[in-house]
């Protein structure tokens, strides 16, 4: 199942944005979804990450205390809400459904069985 992306943009410095995961035919809340982001030259890396079963949110060292990520059961959708946001988290971000978010962000890309299309998220002055 790919997941859909949407809600990137240009914003400068210090700024927000709030991005959205959703999927059509296919319920989320049963599922451990994970946000991701690969900037250009870099690899993909894990960014946050929400558990099916009870809620539990993880996050990367890069973006703790700045990003927050949350569902919406009732309109099928994951958010990321980005704030303080820094040149440094320019990438394409996607959503995907992953695993075992309690093994760090380094682990969850491993999990994830295909990429939906991303947003692109650029921050500059």
């Known amino acids: 199942v790919q997941l859909q992306a949407s809600g990137g943009g240009l914003v400068q410095p210090g700024g927000s944005l709030r991005l959205s995961c959703a999927a059509s035919?296919?319920?989320?809340?049963?599922?451990?979804i994970g946000w991701f982001r690969q900037a250009p030259g870099k690899e993909r890396e894990g960014v946050s990450c929400?558990?099916?079963?009870?809620?539990?949110?993880y996050y990367a060292d890069s973006v703790k205390g700045r990003f927050t990520i949350s569902r919406d059961n009732a309109r099928n959708a994951v958010y990321l809400q980005m704030n303080s946001l820094k040149p440094e988290d320019t990438a394409v971000y996607y959503c995907?459904?992953?695993?075992?978010?309690?093994?760090?962000?380094?682990?969850?890309?491993?999990?994830?069985?295909?990429w939906g299309q991303g947003t692109l998220v650029t921050v500059s002055s």
């Open positions: 929400i558990v099916n079963s009870d809620g539990s949110t």
């Open positions: 995907a459904t992953t695993k075992f978010c309690s093994l760090g962000a380094t682990t969850w890309a491993r999990f994830v069985a295909s």
């Open positions: 035919g296919f319920t989320l809340r049963y599922q451990t």
